[in-house]
């Protein structure tokens, strides 16, 4: 079992690793393997923050001294997708697959960042190829102005063999996708550009540019995830019957913090302090980090914006519309926000909260100390009205 299956256990390779090794998933979970609890947290991260990697730092695989066992990283998967099996839920194997693709779409992100400085990565690391032709789009994406790329693998572990990558430089690079991949792998819903009206179709083929090959990416990755579950399984016998203080666990947190009726007022002077340097931030158009969006936008759907409001209230920030709408849209169901944002001890520990004034005593999470805040306040107006942009939840 190497490195990269850990960081990308969803891959053949790694299931084939996984099955070479004759490990016996229900014994692991029998005798309480670190897997296993990897494997709750795994889920419970994912249904509630988005994200599968460890509260205690990203595993990236790395050398001595990496927090992670590999071994225990990589069977944690096999095992979280049990324990998601066992939820019962459609939502949450959604949403689970979602997550796993978020970061892994990361992990790609940085990955091919780190393609054209070898010397600067320690780490095991998959190229563009690899992940082309781990999803069979080898023949389907090549860059605009060549063929399509030959599979060329560094030497990142089992994968393949040795070459010489086309060079990549993020943001710069476009390719071009084969239609039917295209339609496959993208939705009219992320918005206009993505309509393929408005595309430039030319030899059957589509122009992308970096971030929306990695969109589509995630895409593939989402329909790898959710391949086979929910599995079958006995409920109260065996892998379940062992699990079920888990299970339990998880349905309990899913039902203090999920489907939290929206506060539905929007007063930006209120908003908690990570929040506001949050927005501050995108308005002197610094680029925000996957957890800081993903905690502003759980924060956004989560006081009863619609994804146009929210569109709306970053017009002019650095935040795209694309991005708003794919994250408001997979935050949200006609229930409200499925995603709480995550609580002010996880904020503090990705540096976006700084305890100002020690409100972390005044509320949990930044939601409920806005809650607080406006249930306080003699007089509150709602910045939709204002600007004349609410817009109904039902076509929001
Ligand atoms: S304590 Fe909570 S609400 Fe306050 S700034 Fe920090 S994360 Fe935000």
């Known amino acids: 079992m190497d490195a990269i ?80 099996s066992l939820l019962d839920s459609t939502p949450a194997i959604e949403k689970y697959a979602a997550a796993e693709a978020a970061t892994a779409v990361e992990r790609f992100r940085s990955d091919l960042a780190a393609d054209d400085d070898l010397r600067s990565v320690s780490r095991p690391t998959v190229d563009l190829d690899d992940v082309l032709a ?8 090549r860059p ?28 710069r690079d476009r390719y071009r996708m084969a239609v039917g991949a295209y ?24 122009p992308l540019d970096h971030d929306e090959l990695l969109e589509a990416l995630t895409v593939a990755v989402e329909e790898r995830v959710r391949e086979g579950l929910p599995f079958e399984l ?64 759980a924060f956004l759907v989560g006081i009863g914006m619609t994804p146009d409001e929210v569109v709306a209230f970053c017009a002019d920030t650095s935040l795209d519309v694309e991005g708003i709408r794919y994250q408001t849209a997979y935050l949200r169901d006609d229930r409200g926000t499925q995603y ?27 939601l409920t100390y806005y809650e607080k805040q406006v249930a306080e306040a003699d007089d509150v107006t709602d910045w939709r009205e204002e600007h004349d942009v609410r817009v109904d939840s039902e076509t929001g």
């Not at 979970?29 to 249904?47: F, G, N, Q, Y």
């Not at 060549?146 to 990549?168: D, K, Q």
């Not at 503090?348 to 020690?358: K, L, R």
Request: net charge negative.
């Open 134 to 141: 781990e999803f069979d789009l080898t023949g389907a994406v």
């Open 234 to 297: 006995e409920a109260g016998e065996g892998i379940a019957a062992d699990l079920e203080s888990r299970v339990d666990d998880l349905k309990r947190l899913l039902s203090e913090r999920s489907y939290v009726d929206p506060i539905d007022v929007v007063a930006p002077d209120l908003f908690p302090p990570c929040m506001t340097n949050l927005i501050e931030k995108t308005e002197r158009d610094v680029d925000l980090t996957d957890p800081e969006s993903f905690a502003l936008m």
């Open 183 to 206: 339609l496959r792998l993208t939705s009219p819903s992320w918005g206009p550009s993505w309509r393929l009206v408005n595309r430039e179709l030319s030899d059957g083929e589509v």
């Open 340 to 366: 709480p944002p995550p609580t002010c001890e996880t904020l503090s520990n990705y540096g976006i909260c700084h305890n100002e004034e020690n409100h972390m005593q005044v509320a949990a999470d930044p």
């Open 144 to 171: 605009a102005n060549g063929s399509p790329t030959t599979s060329t693998v560094r030497s990142t572990g089992s994968t393949g063999s040795t070459g010489g990558s086309a060079a990549f430089t993020p943001g």
């Open 5 to 84: 299956h850990a960081r990308y256990p969803f891959f053949e390779a790694a299931r084939e690793a996984v099955a070479a090794a004759s490990v016996s998933l229900p014994e692991l979970i029998a005798t309480d393997a670190p897997a296993v609890e990897r494997a709750r947290e795994r889920v419970e991260r994912a249904l509630l923050e988005g994200t599968v990697k460890s509260e205690s730092g990203p595993f990236e695989g790395g050398g001595a001294g990496s927090a992670y066992d590999v071994r225990a990283e990589l069977l944690s998967y096999p095992i979280a997708r049990i324990l998601v």
